[in-house]
């Protein structure tokens, strides 16, 4: 499956923001696909993640509430929609899959096999 993000760009603090991966490729339904963020000079840390299938959601501890993944697998798309923007929200987002994922993996991204080449969310303050 190729990936590719989109919907970054600038943003107030406590604005809002909704991030897009496409993907192309067969069986998108069968994939689980996650955002993980990297600041500069951070490590890319996990984000969100939506499961194959039934879709059950996952988010980073940071997120608090503030974002919400879903998917439309006819579409084949994944959406972030991202509220209450913070300054230590600024980072490249990346969308990843994995085929099948067992659901203790989800946040590891040594087991994203598939990636897209990032979009930039800035929020000033």
């Known amino acids: 499956v190729q990936l590719q993000a989109s919907g970054g760009g600038l943003v107030q603090a406590g604005g809002s923001r909704r991030l897009l991966c496409s993907a192309s490729g067969r069986a998108f339904i069968s994939y689980t696909v996650a955002w993980f963020r990297q600041a500069p000079g951070k490590a890319r840390e996990f984000v969100s993640a939506?499961?194959?299938?039934?879709?059950?959601?996952y988010y980073g501890d940071f997120v608090k509430g503030r974002f919400t993944i879903s998917r439309d697998n006819d579409k084949k798309m994944v959406y972030l929609q991202m509220n209450s923007l913070q300054p230590e929200d600024t980072a490249v987002y990346y969308c990843?899959?994995?085929?099948?994922?067992?659901?203790?993996?989800?946040?590891?991204?040594?087991?994203?096999?598939?990636w897209g080449q990032g979009t930039l969310v800035t929020v000033s303050s």
């Open positions: 939506i499961k194959y299938g039934v879709g059950t959601t």
């Open positions: 990843a899959a994995a085929s099948f994922l067992h659901d203790d993996y989800y946040s590891a991204k040594q087991y994203y096999n598939f």
